[in-house]
């Protein structure tokens, strides 16, 4: 009977550690921005991955770079409705690489580590916005954005001179 439970308890642990690890894949990645994001990014290659969420409230910000080695996945983006041409809009040009207003500077809502915007500032792309503030009352709208205490939104910039994706989820 012992043996049994013991065989029991590496099998499940072994399952369980081996879902742990494909969670963080690169394919799984993909995978859940794809879900996301409405377009496949299979194809794609992880050129950076950082995610503070944690703790008790689950807070933080995702930062990923994805580079494309073709426009395929660009092709798919302009096929769904959610993704827009680029620039952004007044709203989401503060939160990716803030303002310059009456002397005074408001720094973007997703930075690097040394202060400068994670968004590029590129003309030629599409952009795509998701606000997932529980009050909101149209995900896709962000004229609401700034006038919260609370940041919970989504916003992907597609880079068509580079072939790069740059995804930023941002929980407060």
């Not at 043996?3 to 742990?20: E, I, T």
């Not at 770079?65 to 709203?91: G, N």
């Not at 202060?115 to 795509?128: I, K, R, V, Y």
């Amino acid at each position: 009977m012992k043996k049994k439970l013991l065989a029991l308890c590496v099998v499940l642990f072994a399952v369980l550690f081996a879902g742990n690890i494909y969670e963080k894949s690169d394919a799984a990645k993909l995978k859940r921005l794809s879900e996301t994001l409405g377009v496949s990014l299979k194809g794609g290659q992880i050129l950076r991955y950082e995610d503070s969420h944690g703790g008790f409230h689950g807070d933080g910000i995702r930062k990923v770079v994805i580079q494309f080695s073709d426009i395929r996945t660009l092709e798919a983006i302009h096929e769904d409705v959610h993704w827009k041409k680029l620039p952004l809009t007044e709203h989401l040009e503060v939160i990716a690489h803030g303002e310059q207003a009456d002397g005074v500077y408001t720094a973007p809502l997703i930075e690097n580590e040394d202060g400068a915007p994670f968004l590029p500032e590129t003309e030629n792309g599409c952009f795509w916005f998701m606000d997932r503030y529980s009050e909101s009352d149209d995900p896709w709208d962000d004229s609401d954005v700034l006038n919260r205490y609370a940041y919970n939104f989504t916003l992907a910039v597609y880079d068509a001179c580079t072939n790069r994706l740059y995804y930023a989820e941002m929980d407060t």
